[in-house]
């Protein structure tokens, strides 16, 4: 695998988990802390560092 797919594959790795981390919140499983958002909002910023990064190569 090349560096631009690998990137792809963790820019889709980032973004699952933080849709995981999103979803236990909205369930209710954990209460909303600061580290559980920070770390949300964190692989979001990820997965779109790297979808970007993916590209422009």
Do not use: H
């Amino acid at each position: 695998m090349d560096a631009q797919g690998y990137m792809k594959w963790l820019s889709i790795l980032c973004l699952v988990m933080a849709l995981f981390g999103t979803a236990v919140m909205l369930v209710g499983y954990k209460a909303p802390t600061i580290g559980l958002v920070a770390t949300v909002a964190a692989l979001v910023i990820a997965a779109a560092a790297l979808a970007w990064k993916a590209r422009v190569r």
